[in-house]
């Protein structure tokens, strides 16, 4: 629902127009300009650096390249990930930007969420191979949740563009009926089956008539994209960096079932849920 409030930062809010809250119901995905100032980014960006420095330590899976195996060595990682940042530094716990991800997904699925995941991402420069799988969100994540509603916002700390890959989407595709079958982006020994123990990351097919839409963002704004929708980045082929600080946020009654079984968007979590993956298998 549109607020009378005027559009923008508004403390620890950004109102959003109505017209803003329609085109993310119809396309799956909007782009928000200066969401997080300057002043703002300072407060946790030389926090953000150390995890993409690899400077934190104990993270086991959480810290890995999303476009190689597991086991890649550090100084060969071309698509630096840091999963559930907050989670190993406290100190991130509350910052502006997780306020105003919480303004925005309010105002977008509703009152009663919950911060569901976070995430740093980093292209190094000159990283052709730092391409984030085409896939779904949900794809990922475990079936039989009370809802699906999400919000992921995720903010530019360097200006994205299609130079050094930023987010691209398949406009419509989050009203296909059914999820695309997902696969391992990495297959096992014997070329067929696929292998998460190898790596995290899935991937879905594009269809011929697929139209793909770049979201170059500016640093300080940010995209939101739902939870359906079909994305991914390209490599990058600039001398720049491409990082980026994603926060996810659920209905509340959806992360609590998440949590119930076991289930943080973890990748050291060791439960095994049924996903869209395992639907694709039987
Ligand atoms: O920003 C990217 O390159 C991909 C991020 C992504 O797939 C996601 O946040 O779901």
Same mark, same amino acid.
């Given at each position: 629902?549109?607020?009378?409030?005027?559009?923008?930062?508004?403390? #620890?809010?950004?109102?959003?127009?109505?017209?803003? +809250?329609?085109?993310?119901?119809?396309?799956g995905? +909007? !782009?928000?300009?200066?969401? !997080?100032?300057?002043?703002?980014? #300072?407060?946790?960006?030389?926090?953000?650096?150390?995890?993409?420095?690899?400077?934190?330590?104990?993270?086991?899976?959480?810290?890995?390249?999303?476009?190689?195996?597991?086991?890649?060595?550090?100084?060969?990682?071309? /698509?630096?990930?840091?999963? /559930?940042?907050?989670?190993?530094?406290?100190?991130?716990? %509350?910052?502006?930007?997780?306020? @105003?991800?919480?303004?925005?997904?309010?105002?977008?699925?509703?009152?009663?969420?919950?911060?569901?995941?976070?995430?740093?991402?980093?292209? @190094?420069? @000159?990283?052709?191979?730092?391409?984030?799988?085409w896939h779904q969100d949900l794809g990922y994540w475990p079936t039989g949740t009370?809802d699906t509603?999400?919000?992921?916002?995720? /903010?530019?700390?360097?200006?994205?563009?299609?130079?050094? %890959?930023?987010?691209?989407?398949v406009?419509g595709s989050h009203l296909e009926l059914e999820l695309r079958p997902h696969r391992?982006?990495?297959?096992?020994?014997? %070329?067929?089956?696929?292998?998460?123990?190898?790596?995290?990351?899935l991937t879905v097919e594009l269809n =011929?008539d697929d139209?793909?839409? =770049?979201?170059?963002?500016?640093?300080?704004?940010?995209? !939101? =994209?739902n939870e359906r929708i079909v994305h991914?980045? %390209?490599?990058?082929?600039?001398?720049?960096?491409?990082?980026?600080? +994603?926060? #996810?946020? @659920?209905?509340?009654?959806?992360?609590?079932?998440?949590?119930? +079984?076991?289930?943080?968007?973890? =990748?050291?979590?060791?439960?095994?849920?049924t996903t869209h993956l395992d639907s694709l298998k039987r």
């Amino acid at each position: 629902m549109a607020t009378d409030q005027k559009p923008g930062i508004d403390g #620890a809010n950004y109102w959003l127009t109505s017209e803003q +809250i329609e085109t993310y119901q119809q396309d799956g995905y +909007i !782009v928000l300009d200066d969401v !997080v100032t300057e002043n703002e980014i #300072a407060t946790f960006e030389p926090l953000y650096d150390t995890f993409i420095a690899g400077e934190v330590a104990d993270m086991g899976r959480d810290f890995c390249d999303m476009s190689g195996p597991y086991d890649r060595a550090f100084e060969n990682f071309q /698509l630096v990930n840091a999963v /559930l940042p907050s989670k190993y530094r406290p100190e991130l716990q %509350g910052n502006v930007f997780e306020q @105003r991800a919480e303004s925005i997904a309010k105002q977008l699925i509703g009152n009663e969420i919950l911060l569901d995941y976070d995430q740093f991402l980093a292209k @190094r420069p @000159r990283k052709s191979g730092a391409a984030f799988a085409w896939h779904q969100d949900l794809g990922y994540w475990p079936t039989g949740t009370p809802d699906t509603m999400t919000t992921t916002c995720s /903010l530019a700390l360097d200006d994205a563009d299609e130079e050094n %890959g930023c987010l691209q989407v398949v406009p419509g595709s989050h009203l296909e009926l059914e999820l695309r079958p997902h696969r391992p982006m990495l297959m096992g020994d014997d %070329g067929d089956t696929g292998d998460r123990e190898q790596s995290h990351t899935l991937t879905v097919e594009l269809n =011929h008539d697929d139209q793909i839409v =770049h979201l170059p963002v500016k640093r300080g704004s940010i995209s !939101v =994209h739902n939870e359906r929708i079909v994305h991914g980045s %390209g490599g990058n082929r600039s001398d720049r960096w491409r990082r980026t600080y +994603i926060i #996810a946020h @659920r209905s509340r009654q959806t992360v609590e079932h998440e949590r119930s +079984i076991g289930f943080t968007h973890s =990748h050291n979590d060791k439960i095994s849920w049924t996903t869209h993956l395992d639907s694709l298998k039987r």
